[in-house]
């Protein structure tokens, strides 16, 4: 099918390696980004979906571009975002990666420092490409509305979701499958509730959002 709007969304966590055998990374299943990209499928999209090391299968339909490292991640939307209609930036970017990866594992020794430097902001970078509705998500363990809306500005986005963090893995939290609360920000600061939804049903909404607004412009 031809002239089909494309969308480009990214999911799961990055990995930030320390050593050939370690890594940094987070709790991130890639539930969220595979829900919106089967959504977007579904609803007759040219879906690019830009994903990070996870253990779900992708979409039938989506091209699924691999990434492991913030960085390689930035590289691929950047080399995708052209002529997407929208971009979701559902993967759970890591803020860090170790200032140096060395090339041989790391001896056991008495006391292990490791510096970090910042990964750049993917959402940060792109900010400017014009014609691209952009959503993002928000992960708070507080003040998740106050926290969301001053991302939401920051990012230059169109809409964002907001989720409150668990207290650790044992708990679940947002990540991985089962119903979750969620709340949605538009630009306008104008704020919605959705509690005990599937990401299957969120990426739903998402999608509706994301349509009303093309539909109004
Ligand atoms: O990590 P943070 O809370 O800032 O993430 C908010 C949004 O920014 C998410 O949509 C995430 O995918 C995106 N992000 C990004 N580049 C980063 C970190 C996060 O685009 N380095």
Redesign the pocket.
Known sequence: MKNRKKVLI?AGPTVEELDPVRYISNYSTGTMGYSLAREAVNRGYEVALISGPVSIPAPHGAKLVKVTT?REMLGAVKKHIGGSSCLV???????FAPAKRSATKIKKRARLVIQFTP??????EVKDVPGVFKV????ETGGLFGKALC?LKA?GLDLIVANKAGRGRKDGGPFGAGKKDFMVISRDGRKRTRMGVTKEKMAGYIFDDIEKAAEAA
Request: overall charge neutral.
């Open positions: 990214t913030a930036m559902a993967a759970a970017v890591c803020d990964n750049p902001d993917i959402l940060g993002g998500f928000a992960l991302k990012k």
